[in-house]
């Protein structure tokens, strides 16, 4: 059986999208007319009804209720961002910041942090497939787990950015960020050998994962655009990702597409990276394993 949870938000009261619900429509669409997704299992909640314990209920039904042989599809589009870990002494985040997926009723002091996403995908049943997309910022390591990454590169002119800064009172809990004297955040410096060295702790627990793949708008230290395109204000990510499903008939690999669409967004002039995040056993795969 093929399922889906599609969620978009755009009526953020302080800061408001675009394009988020317009993206969930378009890959309801496309679920249900290319991919054979019965239109009862396509799950779409929008703005009001994204709260985090709405979001979170609706997954985990979606996942507690897969069996061998499902097929899920969790579609996110919205502000994401980054608070500070809750325990910042015992971290893996270099950075000392997890990435957060922002529901309407965001709590700084309890967001949806990406080991919230994984901690629910680690409950996938045996033999059920998961393909996330997080058309956000800061997505890019919104599964937290997986050893492989592929992007290639870096807008139209109308575009905002799916980002909500975190406040002051958050970051300052962590006692490694300190204030410059334009009243800037100096984060705690590292280098790239030092992030790979902690992103590797997590390949340990790979496994658990299952058989998920996620598709990120950005890498994580990226903003992902909000914008008009074709008509329409959308996620970069999401059109451009269908656009390129179009152009090949639905049938494209998932490391094909990744760098398909980098290509796209390069032309365009679009300064994010989307990539993908799997075991290299799916880079090959078609998507949604058409």
Partial sequence: MKKALLVGINKYSDSPLRGCVNDCLLMYKVLSEKFGFDKKNINLITDHDCTKKNIVRNLENLIYNSKSGDIIYFHYSGHGSQVVVNDWTTSNEADGLDEILCPIDLDWNDPLRDKDLNDLIKNLPKGVKILVVLDCCHSGNGLRNSPKFIHEYETEHDWINRFIPPPPSNLL??????????LGFILPKFSSTDIQTQKNTF??????????????????????????????????????????????????????????????????????????????????????FL
């Fill in 173 to 182: 809990t962590n006692p490694k960020i300190s204030i410059d004297d334009e």
């Fill in 203 to 288: 390949l340990n627990n790979t496994i658990n994962q299952g058989n998920a793949i996620l598709i990120s708008g950005c890498q994580e230290n990226q903003v992902s655009a909000d914008a008009w395109i074709g008509g329409r204000y959308h996620g970069a990510l999401t059109y451009y990702m269908v656009e390129m499903l179009q152009r090949s008939n639905y049938k494209m690999t998932y490391k094909s597409l990744t760098k398909a669409i980098n290509k796209r967004l390069d032309r365009l002039r679009y300064s994010q990276n989307p990539q993908l995040e799997c075991k290299e056993e799916f880079f090959m795969e078609n998507f949604l």
